[in-house]
């Protein structure tokens, strides 16, 4: 998949850019304020994936015909801005969520914190540089070239994604409601039908193609989702990058839990329920709580669903109108996105 890697590198190198040129004005302004740029810059360019920008290349390659240029660089700015969407939400969640680490290096609010000598103002600060990296997001998505009427679409779009996110995350943290539209809200929409339509609209797609991608990426977000719920609780760590069972040390309410607490009756499910949240937890009660929620028949639950919602996606991305090249990289998309294993 060398087009991802071309993807990966053009986005790294407009982000670097950009953030370098904002570190300047920032410095310009206060020798303070630059920290705020490092910060962004120092968990933006740490590692992660770009599927996002992987993603919205290819359903911008998918609207256009196989003769089209392939060039990469019409998408650039918009899929940089959506990294610096996911800094703004990786910098707020790490606090929320009392994380210190993200990517290999420390969380935002953690590395502010050791810089002041203060949890509360690296909190606070932390805050201000998540809004920061929002409004570098929307300002590198209005500099990228929409063609001529798509832009003020692709504004509704973003600003549909960021308050879907923003709900999810709401639901999230009070562990209200379907834990389904929780993940539909939080990492559905920016993960895949956000980056999906901003593509389609660089591309100059028509309302057909961009429904049916719709109903391509509806699937694959929840897809998606369920995958890493597995990975959470049975991911193998050394592809992980995560302890074993970190989903359930953490208390995070994911759909293995949801279906335990359908399948099993509150007193079968108290050593899961003991454990949850408890980062103290041991290897042993952590190894208990996954064989309870392998033989109550959770865990073939979120299986049995998740091929499911592959199978839709892959049933909807065939009857697309789209180009030949754009549907077989949204079909290896598919599977790096949803296969269990990494």
Not at 218 to 245: H, M, N
Request: hydrophobic share 45%.
């Amino acid at each position: 998949m060398d087009w991802m890697a071309e993807v990966r590198q053009r986005v790294d190198a407009r982000l670097g850019s950009f953030l370098a040129e904002k570190r300047a004005r920032a410095a310009g302004l206060s020798g303070e304020s630059a920290e705020f740029v490092d910060a962004i810059t120092a968990l933006t360019m740490r590692g992660g994936k770009r599927l996002r920008p992987a993603v919205l290349f290819a359903a911008f390659c998918a609207v256009r015909s196989d003769a089209d240029d392939d060039d990469v660089a019409p998408t650039v700015d918009a899929s940089a801005a959506l990294e610096l969407l996911q800094s703004y939400l990786l910098i707020h969640d790490d606090w929320m969520d009392g994380d210190a680490e993200r990517r290999g290096g420390p969380a935002v609010h953690a590395a502010l914190a050791a810089r002041y000598g203060d949890a509360h103002l690296g909190a606070a600060l932390a805050v201000l540089a998540g809004d920061l990296a929002s409004a570098y997001a929307l300002e590198l998505l209005c500099a990228a070239r929409f063609p001529d009427g798509r832009l003020p679409e692709a504004l509704r779009a973003f600003h549909v994604m960021h308050e879907e996110v923003v709900l999810g995350q709401h639901l999230d943290l009070t562990a209200a409601g379907d834990v389904s539209i929780m993940q539909q809200l939080k990492t559905g929409s920016y993960t895949v039908r956000g980056p999906l339509t901003l593509g389609a609209l660089l591309g100059d797609g028509s309302a057909a193609q961009i429904s049916q991608l719709m109903r391509f990426g509806g699937p694959v977000g929840v897809a998606f989702q369920l995958r890493d719920d597995l990975l959470g609780t049975f991911g193998d760590p050394k592809l992980t990058g995560k302890p074993s069972g970190n989903d359930l040390r953490t208390g995070k309410r994911t759909a293995l839990t949801a279906a335990a607490e359908r399948l099993l009756s509150t007193a079968a499910r108290a050593p899961l329920d003991a454990l949850r949240g408890r980062a103290d937890a041991s290897d042993a009660e952590v190894e208990g709580a996954k064989a309870l929620l392998v033989s109550s028949g959770a865990r073939a639950e979120v299986e049995r669903a998740l091929g499911a919602h592959v199978a839709e996606a892959r049933a909807a991305l065939e009857g697309g109108e789209f180009s030949r090249r754009g549907q077989a990289r949204l079909s290896a998309l598919l599977s790096l996105l949803t296969e269990r294993d990494r």
